[in-house]
Every structure is written in C-alpha cells, then in structure tokens.
C-alpha cells in the first residue's frame, strides 16, 4: 500500500511562513495526484491544494496566492509552503494520494498540526 507521512507542521505568528513536506512510497508516484487538505476543530475536512503528475495546480479560494504546492518525483515527496499565515489557517493539514484521480479511494497520511496564534 501507499505510506504518506507529513512534517514540517508547528507553530507560528501570524503573517509567518511554514513549509509541509510529504514523502510518499511507491515506484509510481510520478502518475499520482497528490493533495494537501485541512480540517480545523469543529469544521469539515477541506482541500486546500492539489497537483497533477503533469504539474496543474488546484487551489482553495482561501489559500490562493498565499500557499504553493510542489512535488519532487525523484524524492517522491510533496511540498506545501505557506506564506502569509492567519489564524484561520489553524487545522491539521493531510497528504494526501491518489492513483485514480478522482474515481478511486485514495491513500492518507496521519496529519501535521499547524498553529497560528499570537
């Protein structure tokens, strides 16, 4: 199975900058989409960025322009650099990865928490 483990979580002030790493297993990693989701206390789990093997990106109205996702196939591992940190921003960010795109389950990982208070 795919094994998906998150860092890089903390926490942080508002208007500061953290960078989420996940490292993914598999020899095909490079075909998956791979995303980052959010869920605060009280709230739905939500997407916040996607990225397809060939580099489209899909982002939350929330994030956009404040947040970037990357992946380095040969590291078999997505990034997530978040600028502009507001509170609201407070949750426990998921890896996530799929192989059907949508039409399929797809693999999780355990979750990092990020904090943004003063």
């Known amino acids: 199975q795919v094994q998906l483990v998150e860092s890089g979580g903390g926490l942080v002030q508002p208007g500061g900058s953290l960078r989420l790493s996940c490292a993914a297993s598999g020899s095909i990693f490079r075909l998956y989409l791979m995303g980052w989701y959010r869920q605060a206390p009280g709230k739905q789990r939500e997407l916040v960025a996607t990225?397809?093997?060939?580099?489209?990106?899909n982002y939350a109205d929330s994030v956009k322009g404040r947040f970037t996702i990357s992946r380095d196939n040969d590291k078999n591992t997505v990034y997530l650099q978040m600028n502009s940190l507001k509170p609201e921003d407070t949750a426990v960010y998921y890896c996530?990865?799929?192989?059907?795109?949508?039409?399929?389950?797809?693999?999780w990982g355990h979750g990092t928490q990020v904090t943004v208070s003063s």
């Open positions: 996530n990865s799929d192989p059907h795109y949508g039409l399929g389950s797809s693999y």
């Open positions: 990225m397809t093997n060939g580099g489209t990106t």
